[in-house]
């Protein structure tokens, strides 16, 4: 089950209304510890729909500062391949990370 309950369906409330039922009805559905969503920019903007409605909801820009400074904040995280496991930055180093790689990351809201 993706941990995303963010109102792009439904409200956020019948959506993890919903989301609780499911769990209930089925116990052995799984729950990512991680909400993964695509951090790369395309001509100054997030080619992910689930990025921009992150951003916008959360009260950032939807462009590349509004991403760096999510992640700059905390808000966000990019998940980074250390080879054996991944592990979600924020902060200048997520922020780097991230260009290191022409926004070429995944990452998810806290």
Same mark, same amino acid.
């Given at each position: 089950? !993706?941990? $995303?309950?963010?109102? /792009? ?15 209930? =009805? ?10 993964? &969503?695509? #951090?790369?920019?395309?001509? !100054? ?16 820009? !939807? ?11 905390? &808000?966000?995280?990019?998940? =980074? ?14 922020? /780097? $990370?991230?260009?290191?790689? !022409? ?5 998810? #809201?806290?």
């Amino acid at each position: 089950m !993706n941990s $995303y309950c963010r109102g /792009q369906v439904l409200n956020e409330r019948d959506e993890a209304l919903e989301a609780i039922k499911l769990l209930k =009805a089925h116990p052995n559905i799984y729950l990512s510890p991680l909400n993964g &969503t695509r #951090f790369v920019i395309r001509d !100054n903007v997030p080619i992910s729909s689930v990025t921009t409605t992150c951003l916008l909801k959360l009260g950032y820009s !939807n462009d590349y500062e509004g991403v760096g400074k999510a992640i700059l904040d905390g &808000t966000a995280g990019v998940l =980074a391949d250390t080879g054996v496991i991944g592990v979600l930055l924020s902060g200048r180093e997520g922020v /780097q $990370y991230w260009e290191s790689r !022409n926004t070429e990351c995944v990452g998810g #809201f806290r």
